[in-house]
Structures are given as structure tokens and as C-alpha cells.
């Protein structure tokens, strides 16, 4: 490769997301056991927002490059690395962004067990933006609630990467959905998107208007907030709520006898602690999940890669979907 420099956003700083700057730094070399990506699609998501302002656990001291999500070709291997020049991966594992360069650069390099080939049936752009999503809901509704065929999952923040990515995977695994959002503006989307139901998150009888649609058997929860009490009156008898998000706040006056007299389990899900290994399984599980139907994620929007600035203001207003770069470099 004949260039030495490539471009990323990187903050060296805890504070504002305005501290996430391009810069040129040198292109990384990989190790034995790793590969060298040029990436082509990298997803923002809310968390690395989060990590920016310094109250994301577990996250390394900047400074490095945000972005969990990516997807590019191999372009140089490591000589213990299986992969072949050429192929196109996904990145499902948490180190990147978190603890090491993340995918908002034009090149990341990666141990061969933090990546994964990239399904023939999605596109760069869909691997770049349905993988931490996908392996979010995979963990809530797979490994935490054990969703059954015929069960309905509540989606809160049904707009979002998590809403979509859940309704795919929930009609995959054979459940039933209900919407949650706020307002009435997104409904007819979302039902034309194939959410079963859709019950606007801010109405003060929204508990009356789940339970109207036979209740929740589990609910996917990004929300939080006040609104937690209220997930907890719409579950059914033995409902599980995992816990994604809340960006609805983190304070909640809930009732612990609903919790014990409906037998609820409360899980919090953390898709950044599957272990390297467990995102492996866990993908290959999921993908066999989605495939025959073709599963995939909505895309809102995708901006050029010196727009992530703007990526991340877009995502702040509510999405369609998910919010991607791209493509990245020449
Ligand atoms: N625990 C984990 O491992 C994990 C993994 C991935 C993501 N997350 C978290 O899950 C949350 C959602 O992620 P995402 O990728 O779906 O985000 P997103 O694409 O930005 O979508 C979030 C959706 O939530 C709703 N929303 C936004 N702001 C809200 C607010 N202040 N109050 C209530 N609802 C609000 C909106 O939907 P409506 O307009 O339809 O209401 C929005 O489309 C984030 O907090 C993220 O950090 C956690």
C-alpha cells in the first residue's frame, strides 16, 4: 500500500461530542493474528455518544477513535490470521471504540476472533448498521428472555436501530409486536413495517392500550425513565423486561409487588460483555436465524464520512433506522 496516513475521528478528551475530530494518523499495522480492514461503512450509535462524555463503563482513557460498528475488505493478513485478502467482514466484538481504534476511521486492524464474514444476503451498508443492533436484540431476546413462537415482545423506541432490528428478529423467531412511540408521526410507518401494533409511548392510558393487544409477554426496553413503572404493569404473569437503554431518564418509582405476584425477571443486557468467542456464537446463531427470511436493517440515513458531526445530530432527532457513514475513503 503505497499511502502511509489515513484519516479518523478521534477525541482525546472526556466531554462534549464536539471533542470527536478528524485527524491523520498512521495506518495501522496488523499482528499475527490479525487483519488489516479497509472499511467502507461504519454505524454510529448512541453509545458512543455516551463514551465521548465519559459515563459509558468499561471504557478505555482516549485517545482513540469512536465506532463499533463497521464494515470493509480485508486488505492485508496477519500469518497466523484464517482470513483471505478480499474477504468482507463485520465487526461484532466490543473492544473497537471501546478499548482499542474504533470503525470510524478509513482502516482498523482486528484479531480474526472480532470479526465475522459478511452474510451474502446483507449489503456493506447493512453489515455496517444491523450487526450490534442484531446482537443487542439477539442477547435480550434469545439468551435473557427465551422468546417462544406466539409470544408478543413490547418495542420501545420502535423507530430506532433496536425497534427495527427487533421487529425483524421477533417475526423471525416467530412472536408478536407492539410498537412503542412517541407521538402518533411514525405510526403509519411502522406498521407498514410490520409491527403488529403500534401505542404511542406518551399516552397516559398506554398500560390499558398494551394490555388491550393482550399484553407484554417481554418487552425490549430502551426508554427507561418514568416509563420503567409502567413496563412493569404491562407485562404479562412470568413477562421478562430487558433492560437496552434509557434514554428516558434513570430515576423510576416501580412496585415490587407486581414484580413478585406476576413472577417477572428484570435483565440488563450489555451487548459490549459478550465475550469475543460469544459474539461469534452469538452471530452464527442469529444469522440462521434471519435468513430465511432474508433478515436485515432499516436504514435512516447515510452520511458521507466527513459528516459524522452531523451523523450523530441526525440520530439525536429520532431515526428511521439506522444512521451510517459512508462510503469511507477513495
Ligand atoms: N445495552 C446494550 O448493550 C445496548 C446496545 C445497543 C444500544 N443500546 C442503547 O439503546 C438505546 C437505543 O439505541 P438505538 O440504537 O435504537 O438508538 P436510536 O437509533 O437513536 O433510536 C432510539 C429511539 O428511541 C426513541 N427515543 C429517542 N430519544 C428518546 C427519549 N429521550 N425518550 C424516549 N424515547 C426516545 C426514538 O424512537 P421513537 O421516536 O419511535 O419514540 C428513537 O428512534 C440507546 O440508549 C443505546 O445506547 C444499548
Known sequence: MSKSKMKSWRFHE??????????????????????????????????????????????????????????????????????????????????AGINREGTLAEYITLPDNQIYLLPDWWTPEEGAAGTKVF??????????????????????????????????????????????????????????????????????DIVENVKAFGGADVILDVVGGKFFAKAIEMANPYGRICVVGALGGVKSEVD????????????????????????????????????PSKGKIMIDKVFPFDQVQEAFEHMRHGPMGKVIVGPIGE
Open 14 to 95: 472526556f466531554g462534549s461530542i464536539s471533542n470527536l475530530q478528524m485527524e491523520e494518523i498512521e495506518i495501522p499495522v496488523p499482528g499475527d493474528d490479525e487483519v488489516l480492514i479497509k472499511l467502507e461503512y461504519a454505524g454510529v450509535n448512541p453509545a458512543d455518544k455516551f463514551l465521548i462524555m465519559g459515563i459509558y463503563q468499561g471504557a478505555s482513557e482516549p485517545p482513540y477513535a469512536v465506532g463499533r460498528d463497521g464494515c470493509g475488505t480485508i486488505i492485508e493478513v496477519g500469518a497466523k490470521s484464517k482470513y483471505s485478502l478480499g474477504d468482507k467482514v463485520i465487526t461484532p466484538s466490543a473492544p
Open 256 to 291: 415490587p409487588v407486581q414484580i413478585i405476584f406476576k413472577r417477572l425477571q428484570i435483565y440488563g443486557l450489555q451487548v459490549s460483555l459478550y465475550e469475543a468467542e460469544e459474539s461469534q456464537r452469538a452471530l452464527q446463531e442469529l444469522l440462521e436465524v434471519l435468513e
Open 135 to 204: 446482537l443487542t436484540c439477539w442477547q435480550g431476546l434469545h439468551d435473557a428472555a427465551h422468546l417462544q413462537p406466539g409470544e408478543t415482545v413490547v418495542i420501545t423506541g420502535a423507530s430506532g436501530g433496536i425497534g427495527l432490528a427487533a421487529q425483524t428478529l421477533v417475526k423471525a423467531m416467530g412472536g408478536k409486536t407492539i410498537a412503542l412511540t412517541r407521538g402518533t408521526d411514525k405510526r403509519d410507518q411502522l406498521l407498514k413495517l410490520g409491527f403488529d401494533h403500534v401505542c404511542d409511548t406518551n399516552d397516559p
